[in-house]
């Protein structure tokens, strides 16, 4: 596949993960998962309890990454994800926890 292929089919999301998903593990286990599939980009706790990530991959590897945040690690449990699609001309170099 060209480089040009693999840029089109590159996408960036923002993803808000809801539920009891801090104190869990869960940006840890965020890294991990994307670390897996060779997503890049950043997870962080917000305010007012949820996750936030922006991620970047080919639209593939993000549904599947998606997929598995639904479940989490063990003590976490996910109520709702929402995405929304995110334009940036940065190309994030790996998966990172952000403060």
């Not at 890049?40 to 080919?58: C, F, M, R, W, Y």
């Not at 997929?67 to 690690?73: F, R």
Request: hydrophobic share 30%; proline share 2%; charged share 30%.
């Amino acid at each position: 596949m060209k480089s040009e292929d693999r840029d089109m089919r590159m996408k960036t999301l923002i993803i808000h993960v809801h539920g009891r998903v801090q104190g869990v593990g869960y940006r840890y286990f965020t890294i991990h998962k994307a670390e897996d599939l060779g997503i890049t980009g950043t997870v962080k706790n917000e305010p007012d309890g949820h996750v936030s990530i922006l991620a970047q991959g080919d639209e593939d590897k993000l549904d599947r990454f998606i997929q598995s945040l639904y479940k989490g690690p063990t003590l976490a449990y996910v109520t709702k994800i929402t995405t929304e699609e995110y334009s940036s001309d940065t190309k994030y170099k790996d998966f990172k926890v952000v403060f």
